[in-house]
């Protein structure tokens, strides 16, 4: 593999989305969004960054994946379609780098406008209600900009399975409600073996273990979970509890470490057998 | 391998390829080769299999069986590197103007930035060179396609109806060009569905129909092939449905009657003769025409032969 020409398409791509001012825009929503969400936090005024990030998880948490989806729905679907794609390799170029490429030049997008739109956020939070929980913060953008990458590697390689702009659509809508639809089948099963939901609320029953690791397998939930385990929050699904200990922020890292990588792999695997 | 034989490897070899989609075989046990320096024509009728082969060609479609040698090599990133290729359905990035286009492939070539100027200017986009590709017409689309073949001065060019959507001041233009282009040492292979657009241009033509290879040799060859004659029509002034007796005993002439009109089948060389004959028996000619056979005939003559054959 040979790195220039990664970089080359990544360049390219990056450049592409601040020419049609997507990377601008993605920045504005975050910035805005933010400073809205610190003034519901502060009651009124701007909030510290525990109150602004409580009200801004959820949110956060549903935008940065349907921006990450619809950045990457049609990467290689879309300029097979249209054709760019047979110009493109028939360059020297292997599809590994291409794909690559492509990965790295969207990822980019996301590191940049979350980094800035949460960043320029933090900073006026910084100034109106001081540095409180400031590394927690850091923190929250960082597993922002993971979760956004997760759901890029998802849809990058969802992408590579289909030829057409439209199907890849449906596909990436399916990923947008992965985690609802994950959410409910595990809710079910929960209630489907004699689990009692009001217990739970009440603090009589415990989660069951193979609850807590299902989370590993939602990473728009786990992703929450770490941004309350970096504020020291004691919450989950909703509901203040005590998270065991195997859910640690490291663990939530690595697992979204391996929601990047293995999509990714899997998408150069298909992506070198398809025919253009 | 020996440098006395590298002029005996084709520039491109295809050995029995075959690439069937499910059910629909599109290339059917392909053989041809493509010597270096030439300008190879690859015909067929649309949906021949000629777009696929060139996917092959160029590494975008996977063969079911058989391969593809280029200059002895299988084709690889590398040796993609001194090839050219325009393809059918083509698209640019609507951003970028087409010097950054040809930038960004030029990286992805290594290939020299500084010619992107003059290629543009080659292919007559100068003026439009910093505008956005998004807003150009099919044919601006097709020199841009073109413009990018040329970068790096590669040896082999492989294009897929590259005359489409070019009008016939560009189609001249273009042929032009390839020639150039081909005296410079270059290998080509295009396609085309129309035999007028390559019979000028190409040492060797190849047909190709339902995937397979019905003919390869020269336009020369392939008209003898074909037994491809011109129709000569001639109206004379009292001609009475009879046919001129100078004319019966000609050989290579089929010629017949109606009214005041003459038919007259015959070799391209053959038409003058007819008409001096003609004059010289002081027939008073009127008006006459001639209709060139379309390659659609020619491939029905073809398919005739090669089923007659079975």
Redesign the interface.
């Known amino acids: 593999m040979n790195l220039k020409k990664v970089y080359v398409i990544g360049k390219k791509e990056f450049l592409d989305n601040l020419r049609n001012k997507w990377v601008i825009a993605m920045t504005v929503i975050f910035i805005v969004l933010a400073l809205v969400a610190s003034v519901f936090g502060g009651k009124g005024s701007i909030g510290g960054m525990e109150e602004t990030v409580m009200v801004l998880l959820g949110i956060a948490a549903i935008l940065v994946p349907i921006i990450s989806i619809m950045l990457g729905y049609a990467t290689i679907s879309g300029e097979v379609e249209n054709g760019s794609l047979s110009l493109l390799l028939s360059y020297p170029v292997t599809r590994t780098e291409v794909l690559l490429g492509k990965f790295a030049g969207l990822g980019t997008v996301i590191v940049v406008a979350t980094v800035a739109g949460f960043g320029i956020a933090g900073a006026v939070i910084v100034a109106a209600a001081g540095t409180a929980k400031l590394g927690s913060y850091l923190l929250f953008i960082f597993l922002c900009v993971m979760l956004g990458l997760v759901y890029l590697s998802v849809s990058v390689f969802f992408s590579t399975l289909c030829s057409k702009r439209s199907t890849s659509l449906g596909l990436g809508i399916l990923i947008f409600f992965w985690s609802s639809i994950y959410g409910t089948v595990i809710l079910g099963a929960f209630l489907a073996t004699g689990g009692d939901l009001m217990a739970l609320a009440t603090g009589q029953a415990e989660i069951p273990a193979w609850m807590w690791y299902s989370m590993f397998l939602s990473p728009a939930d786990l992703t929450q979970t770490g941004v309350m385990l970096a504020f020291g929050m004691k919450s989950a699904f909703g509901y203040a509890m005590e998270t065991p200990a195997y859910i640690s922020l490291p663990a939530v890292v690595v697992a979204q470490v391996l929601w990047i990588a293995v999509p990714l792999i899997l998408g150069v695997w298909r992506f070198r057998r398809r025919d253009i | 391998m020996p440098a006395t034989g590298s002029t005996d490897v084709p520039a491109i070899e295809v050995r029995n390829l075959t690439k069937k989609y499910g059910e629909v075989v599109a290339v059917n046990g392909l053989n041809l080769k493509v010597k270096k320096g030439e300008v190879y024509g690859f015909l067929g009728p649309n949906g021949a299999g000629k777009t696929t082969t060139l996917?092959i060609i160029?590494?975008?479609?996977?063969p079911t069986a058989g391969d593809v040698l280029i200059g002895g090599k299988k084709p690889d990133?590398?040796v993609?590197?001194d090839?050219g290729?325009l393809?059918e359905?083509?698209?640019?990035?609507d951003?970028?103007t087409p010097t950054q286009t040809l930038e960004?492939?030029a990286?992805?070539?290594?290939a020299e930035k500084k010619e992107i100027r003059q290629i543009l200017r080659d292919v007559g986009l100068q003026e439009a060179a910093e505008r956005r590709v998004g807003g150009f017409s099919k044919g601006m689309g097709q020199l841009l396609?073109i413009a990018?073949c040329m970068l790096g001065s590669p040896s082999l060019y492989?294009l897929d109806e590259p005359m489409s959507g070019l009008d016939a001041r560009w189609r001249k233009y273009f042929k032009d060009k390839l020639k150039t282009i081909n005296q410079n040492g270059a290998t080509i292979i295009f396609s085309s569905h129309i035999l007028a657009e390559v019979e000028d241009i190409c040492d060797r033509v190849g047909i190709i129909h339902r995937g397979r290879l019905l003919f390869e040799g020269t336009v020369q060859e392939l008209h003898r092939h074909l037994k491809l004659k011109p129709k000569l029509e001639i109206m004379i002034e009292g001609l009475a449905g009879k046919v001129p007796e100078e004319l019966k005993g000609m050989e290579g002439i089929e010629a017949s009657a109606s009214g005041d009109w003459l038919t007259v089948v015959c070799d391209y060389g053959s038409r003058a003769a007819v008409m001096s004959i003609l004059e010289r028996k002081g027939l008073k000619i009127l008006d006459f025409r001639t209709s060139e056979p379309s390659l659609e005939e020619s491939f029905d003559l073809l398919l005739a032969s090669v089923e007659g054959r079975r």
Do not use: T
């Open positions: 996917k160029m590494g975008l479609v996977h990133a590398e993609r590197r090839i290729f393809p359905k083509m698209s640019f990035y951003n970028l960004f492939f990286d992805l070539k290594n396609g990018q492989v």
